[in-house]
């Protein structure tokens, strides 16, 4: 099956020349599974991560089928609707349909928050033919009615296991409700915990399932290592690390907004081109640091969990991870940022104390352990830097993204002090003791060493 084109899975010829001028000639492996079966008219559940090319794997069927249906969803409505937890992989997505559809003469739209609904309203008016959109906007036009499901015959819900971490899942049911029963349904997902199994259950019809990720999620082309160092100097390490310049394009994470906004505007203070990219950015600010980011006018990249999930940027040499995630599907997602498209990378963490039990999470999912990195220049001079700088000013507790770009207390903030005070089944508390075994220094091309 590897050997098979776009044509031999059923791609019509216009889609084919799109397809040809963008220089996509071999379907990626979730292509080949999910296109013969959507065209064939299946519900499909599809288990894949980003830059795996489910995109095309569920865009390229829809636009085939509508273009063989002369069929108008009305004024205020949609034949498609694709709904995508956040706003840049929302326009990504409608940028890509545009692409795969330029030889047919179907309508795209796309609606998302933080900008004015006018453009949006006035897009919808005499109806489109696809419609992508994030769950919490389009809920509010619809009951504004200025949009109607009621001749929706295609659905795709894109990387569900992010909307259910948004909350977006009541959104969810709340426009399934809006849509015709009788419909062909997609649901993609790079995890499938529960809710979304769910969720699934509820919405597709005898689905064929795609998985092309293995049941333990392997990162093997990337390096991964990190560094146990106090929260104090963290700042200061990372400004260290990134006098090498052999860490050419860099994004960090970090677990909230105003973390995100702090650690760039410190590596702009020690020369370092930074953008943040979060949810209180607005859409034109958030564009801006996505393209000064992909051009090179950025070096860097601070973002969030929930902002970097539509970042699509090659050759990201480097990821660090400036907090540990308390989800540890989530750091598969960032460190998957490099390494993209069969190439290879590097991802950094930086564990302090409390992160402890979000480590031994993240180690257990990918059955993999990170080097620690125990002898490196740069945390001697973190060390120097941190100590003589200012103290810094009480910070409240960490807050993360919510629905609309807002603030909420993070519940689960406080979950490594309680995990850390007793032992996991089957992992003793002193299994760091061990870990200068597996300690690596840092080679003069950002790359490491055992």
Do not use: W
Not at 13 to 38: M, W
Not at 68 to 80: D, K, L, Y
Not at 216 to 233: L, R
Not at 342 to 355: I, Y
């Amino acid at each position: 099956m590897t050997n098979l084109s776009f044509a031999d899975l059923g791609v019509a010829e216009p889609l084919l020349r799109a397809l040809a001028s963008e220089n996509y000639h071999t379907p990626t492996p979730i292509q080949t599974q999910a296109i013969p079966a959507q065209l064939a008219g299946k519900d499909v559940v599809g288990i894949a991560q980003t830059g795996t090319g489910k995109t095309a794997a569920f865009a390229l069927p829809i636009l085939q089928r509508l273009s063989a249906q002369a069929e108008s969803a009305g004024p205020r409505g949609a034949r498609a609707l694709i709904l995508a937890p956040t706003r840049e992989l929302a326009i990504q997505i409608a940028d890509s349909i545009k692409v795969y559809g330029q030889h047919l003469a179907l309508r795209t739209t796309v609606i998302f928050g933080g900008v004015g609904q006018d453009p949006q309203v006035k897009a919808m008016a005499r109806g489109v033919d696809i419609l992508v959109a994030t769950p919490g906007r389009l809920l509010d036009l619809i009951n504004q009615r200025h949009v109607n499901l009621g001749k929706t015959t295609y659905l795709v819900l894109d990387e569900a296991d992010r909307m259910l971490d948004m909350g977006f899942i009541r959104d969810v049911r709340k426009i399934l409700v809006t849509l015709p029963k009788q419909r062909q349904s997609l649901l993609f997902s790079a995890t499938m915990p529960q809710d979304i199994a769910r969720l699934a259950a509820d919405m597709l019809h005898e689905p064929v399932r795609v998985e092309v990720t293995p049941q333990v999620i392997t990162v093997d082309k990337i390096e991964q290592h990190v560094f146990f160092v106090d929260a104090g100097i963290k700042r200061a390490l990372l400004a260290s690390l990134l006098d090498d310049r052999g860490l050419e394009r860099v994004i960090v994470f970090t677990r909230t907004k105003h973390g995100a906004n702090r650690v760039a505007e410190h590596l702009e203070k020690a020369g370092v081109a930074a953008e943040a990219i979060h949810g209180n950015k607005s859409q034109s600010a958030r564009q801006r640091a996505l393209e000064n980011f992909r051009s090179g006018v950025a070096r860097v990249l601070v973002a969030t969990d929930i902002a970097a999930r539509g970042i699509d940027v090659d050759d990201v040499t480097h990821v660090i991870n400036f907090e540990l995630p308390n989800i540890p599907e989530s750091y598969v997602h960032r460190v998957g940022r490099t390494a993209r498209a069969g190439a290879r990378g590097v991802a950094l963490s930086f564990c302090d104390p409390t992160e402890r039990a979000f480590l031994r999470d993240i180690e257990k999912l990918t059955r993999r352990p990170l080097k620690v990195i125990d002898q490196h220049p740069a945390i001697a001079a973190a060390k120097v830097a941190a100590a003589a700088a200012p103290p810094a000013a009480p910070r409240g507790p960490a807050r993360s993204e919510s629905r609309h770009g807002s603030s909420r207390p993070d519940s689960r903030s406080a979950a490594p002090a309680r995990q850390e005070s007793r032992p996991q089944q089957g992992r003793p508390q002193q299994q760091r003791s061990r870990q200068p075994a597996r300690s690596a220094q840092l080679t003069s091309t950002g790359g490491y060493r055992p």
